[in-house]
């Protein structure tokens, strides 16, 4: 479709989902405070593309300058409250509580900016007391004090900034601003006895509010888990066993904590660099609306086959999770549309909520871009990101094939038609928008050109904006600002996250967990490398509550991957068990982030939901299983080897679809599910001679659901 053309009804079936989404806890600023907040987020995200490609900053500044940033804005922008549909009233009285609090972070502030004019920091020499009362004592206190009273006494009305977040904001700059003025000294004395006390109140100032910051946009599971692994940094004189350790000071623990070996280390570097640039790229793919052109093209075609809309969700909501990274919220954005669509053809709403979190996943998975986890991979392990990309190809085939043929199955048994043809966009004409996928096509043939992943995505970047102008939204100006601004709005969940993981890596290398565990897990598998593999799983799934997958991948490979490769697993093997199993905990019941996210348009159950998205996730739960045996599964092997395991594992996951879903043929009795599941199972190893049990068994189920042997001529065979 050309700038000429018009609009036609069916072809907005997709229109709003490339809107931007607001959370509960989301301002919506007006005027001038509005117009500033929209300002600093632009240049936030500006901030981070112009370093990466036109004048690169000393990594500590850098990354700083990420944090600090990420959680001034971020108190600003999201409230400690749920806003009501209706304003509540101005609290009286509300300046006057907040104004000591308010006081001692503007004095910390002072004392930092005096640092900065008159070049006099806290030198090596100076007393380890130094500006106790003038920095770290008030910075401290202010901060405590005006966090209470976000809490116990929040702005209620949407349109305001909260003076206690102002508050919280400066102490976040404060923060920022001491640890990079004393950086150069922070990097020979942090985490040891040379460390100062004021250097441990700014420290330990940055982890309060990063934890607070990940509470109001992620919830309490990564604050929790985080909070037991700081404990356990105190507590570990009094624990047994390989938990003990002899301690540490406070001052000790949260100037190491603030290093290039916890907050600042890899979850930082990974998503001051990675996150952000393709997060960047999606809002460029939102602001253009090339989004409604990938929904509408699933539509076009796949919408009028049974149970279309679901098979819509696979597709489209798979494409665009791998762009944006972020399980739950791809089904906010997608699922306004999927869900309340596949409702109208008769699927129950939590399995419409659970296709739409299926999808949305897997879409971490699905190459090139793997929700930036194929770059995170490459950075970690050191494999080139051609090697991760090709070795992804057919897992993620695999998953999507499993969680398409749910969805076929499911609409097999309960007769589901698709949409009418004339409800849907015609394909004639969005084949004829094909360029559309020029951004994606350019990042792809870059990387694989050599390019690094910055340049890249910043060449498909600009792509987005240039494709653009061939459609009636072309990016000018205005659309491009509006693209940096909802880039920083969606990725400061990304940026508190990722702060707060890193004080999980910073605890596990203070403390050396990571080695303790590993040794632990290979105590525990006695050299069983399956029974290795299947603690790993539990621990990655149990680790991914609650975080978004970079993270939990981050953390998960920091604490096992070591242990797995220890027992003869390969690198390779070891950290995409770990990746998939981190991107599965989105739904893993009981805390499937995005199943719920899912839940809440359907208004259906969350943990039914939560169920009904794992059963539909179920293949990628064997598949990693599937791919340690066959290392074929990575494209490591001789093609002959790799089509034959290929087949086998897609019977073997529609086996497994069929007994999920009670469907082979028609409909399937409990005792015969069992058997079609095992038969689903036995093809697991992809030998011959389990691949011929599996099909042999598949054949005698069928021959039984077809009446071509009865159920009692079996069990008389069995004599």
Known sequence: MTATETNTPEQDIASGVDNEIFSANQRKPIGTTGLILAGLCVLYTAFHIGVMNLYPLETWTYRLLHVGGGLAIGFLLFSSMTFADVDGPQRTGRLAILAPGFALIALALGQVVLFWLTSAGIDQAASSTAYRYTFGVPLLLGTGWVLLIGWFLPEPRRAKIDMADIALALAAVAVTLYIIYHAPLLRLRAGTGLAKEADMFAALVGVILILELTRRMAGLALVIIAGIFVLYSFIGPWLPGILYHKGYTMTRFFTYVFTDQGILGPTTAISSTYII??????????????????????????????????????????????????????????????????????????????????????????????????????????????????????????????????????????????????????FAKLARQVYLFIPIIILIAALFMGYSVIRAGTLAMGAAAVVSWLTPYPMGAKAILFALEISTKMVLQLVAVCAAAGIIVGVIALTGLGTRFSSLLLGLADNNQVLALFFAMIVSIVLGMGMPTTAAYAVAASVIAPGLIQMGIETLTAHFFIFYFAVMSAITPPVALAAYAGAAIAQSDPMKTSVESFKMGLAAFVVPFMFFSSPELLMQGEVLDIIHVVIGALIGVYLLSSAVQGWFFGNLNMILRVVLALAAMSMIDSGYLTDAIGVGVALLVWAIQTKLIKPGSVARGSD
């Open 277 to 426: 640039l393709f997060v960047a790229f999606a809002a460029f793919l939102q602001a253009s609306r090339v989004g409604e052109y990938f929904v509408n093209f699933a539509f076009a075609a796949a919408g009028d086959r049974r149970g279309g809309p679901a098979k819509v969700a696979v597709f489209g909501s798979g494409l665009m999770g791998m762009i944006n990274g972020t399980s739950a919220g791809n089904v906010v954005a997608t699922g306004s549309l999927t869900i309340p669509l596949m409702k109208k053809v008769g699927y129950k709403p939590q399995t419409a909520a659970a296709v739409e979190a299926a999808a949305s996943s897997g879409g971490q998975i699905l190459p090139p871009i793997m929700g930036a986890g194929a770059f995170i991979m490459s950075e970690i392990t050191g494999i080139a990101y051609n090697d991760i990309v090709i070795a992804a190809i057919i897992p993620a085939l695999l998953y999507f094939a499993s969680v398409f043929f749910n969805v076929d199955l499911a609409a097999q048994k309960y007769d589901m038609k698709g949409l009418p043809r004339d409800q849907l966009p015609k």
